[in-house]
């Protein structure tokens, strides 16, 4: 099982990214998949949630309005749009399948002017 993500960076305020997370070695089309986050000095938190067939979502409220969690079964990608960017974005972005546990390295992404 693999995870990786990528497409993170640097953004200004109010800008947007958008990040990718290839699945490998297990049956993506019918796993929950979630992107956390963690930012310097914080702990490890939720962002957004995805049913395994894209047609439930859940998001933190931190990020709710601003973040669209999506996904391709058949390219095995789980994504994150992040648009209105603000510095308190600025976090380490992992991808994470709940069974078996499993995250992915992370790709930072910085918010700043």
């Known amino acids: 099982v693999q995870l990786v993500e990528s497409g993170g960076g640097l953004a200004q305020p109010g800008g947007s990214l958008r990040l990718s997370c290839a699945a490998s070695?297990?049956?993506?089309?019918?796993?929950?998949m979630s992107w956390a986050r963690q930012g310097p000095g914080k702990e490890r938190e939720f962002v957004a949630a995805i049913s395994w067939s894209g047609r439930e979502e859940y998001y933190a409220d931190s990020v709710k309005g601003r973040f669209t969690i999506s996904r391709d079964n058949a390219k095995n990608t789980l994504y994150l749009a992040m648009n209105s960017l603000k510095p308190d974005d600025t976090a380490l972005y992992y991808c994470?399948?709940?069974?078996?546990?499993?995250w992915g390295q992370g790709t930072q992404v910085t918010v700043s002017s």
């Open positions: 070695g297990f049956t993506f089309s019918s796993a929950d």
């Open positions: 994470h399948l709940a069974f078996p546990d499993t």
